[in-house]
């Protein structure tokens, strides 16, 4: 009985170590961030995505434009992506760069990511393989952005291996 319980124990921490925060609403990908302030937020996104090869092209005020405080808007973009996009449809810039926003609702800070798959369905109607592979390479890699910069301010969790006696 207790193997059981000790099995059980391992599947529900190794559960938790890979926790998914991303969320999906009306063509953004999504994380809502309960800890962190704006400033850390945004630092913490900008740091992860220079880790991950991604650049910043423009930041957008948008707290100016709209009149509120705490948001702003980057394009965001990854060169190598640029590069084989062009070369497989010549308006590939419709695309990428991305737009990421991060915004202050309540007491929660929000990170949002276009989806660029339903971006590009809606733009052409390219249906070759090639083309569909690197949309779900640079959408992979903007959920993986969006997973670690919420796992950043997410509460320490056991891993798979910690806190379990045999």
């Known amino acids: 009985m207790r193997w059981i319980w000790t099995v059980l124990g391992v599947f529900i921490v190794f559960i938790n170590a890979f926790a998914d925060h991303v969320k999906y609403k009306d063509g953004y990908y999504y994380v ?11 630092k913490a996104f900008n740091d992860i995505l220079c880790d991950k090869g991604w650049e910043i092209l ?5 707290a100016k434009i709209a ?13 190598d992506y640029i590069v084989e996009g062009i070369d497989m449809w010549d308006n590939f810039t419709f695309i990428m760069p991305v737009k990421v926003n991060i915004f202050v609702k309540g007491t929660k800070v929000y990170l949002s990511v276009e989806d660029v798959i ?10 070759e393989h090639n083309f569909r592979e690197l949309l779900r390479k640079i959408e992979n890699d903007i959920y993986d952005i969006l997973n670690d910069t919420a796992d950043t301010f997410e509460k320490k969790r056991l891993n798979a291996y910690e806190g379990i006696s045999f």
């Open 118 to 127: 339903s971006k590009a369905e809606i733009l052409f109607k390219k249906r």
């Open 67 to 79: 009149h509120t405080k705490n948001y702003k808007t980057f394009l965001i973009f990854k060169s």
């Open 58 to 62: 423009d930041t957008i005020d948008t």
């Open 32 to 42: 809502e961030i309960k800890e962190g302030t704006f400033s850390q937020v945004k």
